[in-house]
């Protein structure tokens, strides 16, 4: 099955600063990769995601790039608030037509004021 | 849009009893997903409804779970007899599945206290 491997695990920015975080994923027919944003105690929430057709998407200061051949793909972060302090998670799904995702194991992003 | 809406937000109950957890899915998405959250597992799929029909069971840890969807707007996860080890937070989602993968949008989830 899909493997999905997140670094850095915790990630400590100062506010202004950009952040970036990986994901490698095994399976090379995955075809889509989104990234949720979860804050303490409170459910999971889609930021972006992008498809195995285009190499970068940018939503104003949240950007994801995708690299098929290495199999990794990557968020950014720039001008970071402290507002942007959760936990950040990327996921992969490994078969069109089926709608499972694996998910890395998190990054948690703290934003230094 | 109200959400994809899950109750109870917390249980806490005793081990060996039954727990039924519920979830309404956004009107009109035709996925739906349970996933449980730990510590230690992170996030994992437990099983995944599409027009009803459970199509990926293979998360789910034992008999002791089962999952129903009766109807396009009502779905189960229910654990019976429930352990300690059963201590998490569950999530349902929904999507609309089309052509190409869809969005999942989460619930606010279910903790549950398996003493």
């Known amino acids: 099955g899909e493997n999905v491997e997140q670094h850095p695990s915790t990630l400590s920015v100062q506010e202004g600063d950009s952040a970036v975080i990986k994901c490698t994923y095994s399976?090379?027919?995955?075809?889509?990769f989104p990234w949720y944003k979860q804050e303490l105690g409170k459910r999971p929430q889609l930021i972006i995601d992008?498809?195995?057709?285009?190499g970068e998407k940018k939503d104003q200061r949240i950007a994801v790039t995708l690299n098929k051949t290495a199999k990794h793909f990557s968020l950014h972060i720039t001008e970071t608030q402290p507002e942007d302090s959760a936990v950040y998670f990327c996921?992969?799904?490994?078969?069109?037509?089926?709608?499972?995702?694996?998910f890395g194991t998190g990054t948690r992003l703290t934003i230094i004021p | 849009d109200a959400g994809v809406i899950q109750s109870p937000r917390h249980e806490v109950t005793e081990m060996g009893q039954e727990v039924t957890l519920r979830c309404k899915p956004i009107?009109?998405?035709?996925?739906l997903f349970w996933y449980r959250q730990t510590m230690m597992r992170g996030l994992e799929l437990l099983i995944y409804?599409?027009?009803?029909?459970?199509?990926?069971d293979s998360g789910m840890p034992e008999d002791r779970f089962s999952a129903k969807m009766p109807n396009a707007s009502f779905s189960t996860l229910k654990i019976q007899p429930s352990e300690p080890r059963d201590s998490a937070v569950y999530f349902c989602?929904?999507?609309?599945?089309?052509?190409?993968?869809?969005?999942?949008?989460f619930g606010d989830g279910t903790r549950l206290s398996i003493l």
């Open positions: 399976d090379s027919a995955s075809n889509y």
């Open positions: 992008i498809r195995s057709n285009v």
């Open positions: 989602a929904s999507s609309l599945m089309g052509f190409g993968n869809q969005p999942q949008h």
């Open positions: 996921a992969a799904n490994p078969n069109f037509g089926n709608e499972k995702l694996t």
């Open positions: 009107s009109g998405h035709n996925s």
């Open positions: 409804f599409n027009n009803n029909v459970p199509i990926d």
